[in-house]
């Protein structure tokens, strides 16, 4: 199958600081990246999509400012957490989706673990 | 609005089988998918089924879909240790070609 690359796979930083996440599509091109945060013993929850050549769309109640995400080209989305408070301590995961015969798969990261202290 | 639901735990002995269910709500889902997540890590594809197929059987693992009851189920023959993870199940939503994933059920596997 496809494969998606995520980086870092874990980081711990200070409150107020800002972490860059980057997802990559490795060997296919990706218009379209979706961002998903997972606390514990929970489901994936979707926070945006990303779009290649324009702008991010939010889900109701992510803060755009906060969780800024940029499409630079067809294989990278990033994700950035800025100001980062220890509440925005998360599993953080990346997909993207890609044509496989007639279906549409969507293709997942390795996640990134995001501590804030 | 779309929602996807299971039962959060199951457990059962090495060798014998596992069934996961799990329901939904938008009756114009196309796709409905299976992920496996083991811990600390992202998810991995399992398998899936057209909306209009009723059955689908890759290996192990056996996806029912009953499209009348919105009722989706995951068997696992012959269930090993190394299956012990979260199964998430999932639906393509009608517009976007985002996922809707249910709370995820943690299967245990007792040797």
């Known amino acids: 199958g496809a494969v998606v690359s995520q980086h870092p796979s874990r980081v711990i930083c200070k409150s107020g600081t800002s972490v860059k996440i980057e997802c990559r599509s490795l060997d296919f091109q990706a218009t379209t990246m979706f961002w998903y945060r997972q606390f514990p013993k929970q489901s994936l929850m979707l926070m945006a999509t990303?779009?290649?050549?324009?702008?991010?769309?939010?889900e109701q109640g992510v803060e755009k400012d906060k969780f800024l995400i940029n499409h630079a080209s067809l294989t990278l989305s990033t994700l950035t957490v800025t100001s980062a408070h220890p509440e925005d301590s998360s599993f953080y995961i990346c997909?993207?989706?890609?044509?496989?015969?007639?279906?549409?798969?969507?293709?997942f990261g390795q996640g990134t673990r995001l501590t804030v202290v | 609005g779309e929602d996807v639901e299971q039962s959060l735990f199951l457990s059962v002995r090495e060798g014998d089988s596992s069934v996961i269910n799990c329901t939904y709500t938008?009756?114009?889902?196309?796709?409905l998918y299976w992920y496996k997540q083991e811990p600390g890590a992202g998810l991995q594809l399992l398998t899936y089924i057209f909306s209009n197929m009723d059955m689908k059987q890759d290996q192990r693992l056996t996806v029912l879909l009953n499209k009348k009851d919105k009722h989706l189920s995951l068997r696992i023959a012959d269930t090993q240790t190394g299956d012990s993870a979260i199964y998430f199940c999932?639906?393509?939503?009608?517009?976007?070609?985002?996922?809707?994933f249910g709370q995820g059920t943690e299967l245990s596997v007792k040797p």
């Open positions: 997909s993207a989706p890609t044509r496989q015969g007639a279906n549409t798969e969507a293709f």
């Open positions: 999932a639906e393509r939503a009608n517009q976007g070609g985002k996922l809707i």
């Open positions: 990303s779009n290649e050549g324009s702008k991010a769309t939010y």
């Open positions: 938008d009756s114009s889902s196309t796709y």
